[in-house]
């Protein structure tokens, strides 16, 4: 290989890896900024519930560098980071905008995903429970962000390189996603879907363990449509 190529691909190496980087820091700063505003809502809570001796729980809990969990009532929200950067397949709407089409790195994103999952999957280990996925941020090399989510959590393609993702946003994103979940109520199952169960499921509930629970086990998760 000519010194010419080699110089061509190292500087192809940089140039993608800086941009990386950039995507990076940049996500982890974002969750970062979530991490400070859920601290912030826990101590707003606290002034205002903190001697009421019926108000409901209202916890705030980082779980490492890319994580954290807010519990509120019987539900926990997690936020969590993904350490890798991704790009939109060529046929995402978001490849469709101006602001991409301007520059192709800007399709280059972080994700934030956000689930939602029962207190009392946590409280008693039950592993077998599902929790749903109720929206994911992307941030790009700009800061800037949209947000693929379930209704009051969900932003439109166009929005994204309108606005960065500061803490006005993380506020904005955090109290979307705890009106989500508080309306994302417990239904119960189908009989039908429920109606037979196996020795072994029986004897589990006696040791201790429980059948799988989530919000709409045995439906069609209804949002999905929207």
Not at 147 to 152: D, H, L, P, V, Y
């Amino acid at each position: 290989m000519s010194s010419l190529n080699a110089s061509s691909l190292f500087g192809e190496i940089n140039e993608k890896g800086r941009l990386k980087q950039l995507v990076y820091h940049n996500t982890l700063q974002s969750i970062n900024l979530i991490k400070k505003v859920l601290t912030d809502l826990r101590l707003e809570y606290v002034k205002s519930y903190g001697k009421d001796p019926q108000a409901i729980t209202f916890i705030q809990q980082d779980m490492g560098e890319f994580e954290t969990h807010l519990q509120f009532a019987g539900d926990v929200l997690i936020f969590t980071m993904h350490t890798n950067v991704f790009e939109f397949s060529r046929y995402h709407e978001v490849m469709s905008t101006a602001y991409v089409r301007e520059d192709k790195e800007r399709s280059y994103c972080g994700i934030i995903n956000i689930y939602n999952f029962l207190a009392d999957s946590y409280k008693y280990d039950r592993m077998n429970d599902v929790g749903y996925l109720i929206g994911r941020i992307f941030i790009n090399k700009d800061k800037c962000y949209f947000i693929e989510g379930k209704r009051e959590v969900g932003l439109l393609y166009n929005n994204f390189g309108r606005e960065v993702f500061d803490e006005t946003a993380a506020r904005k994103l955090v109290e979307s996603a705890v009106l989500y979940t508080i309306n994302f109520d417990l239904l119960t199952p189908p009989f039908d879907s429920v109606k037979e169960i196996s020795l072994s499921e029986m004897k589990s509930i006696a040791d201790g363990y429980t059948l799988k629970t989530g919000k709409r086990l045995g439906f069609k998760f209804q949002a999905d449509k929207e």
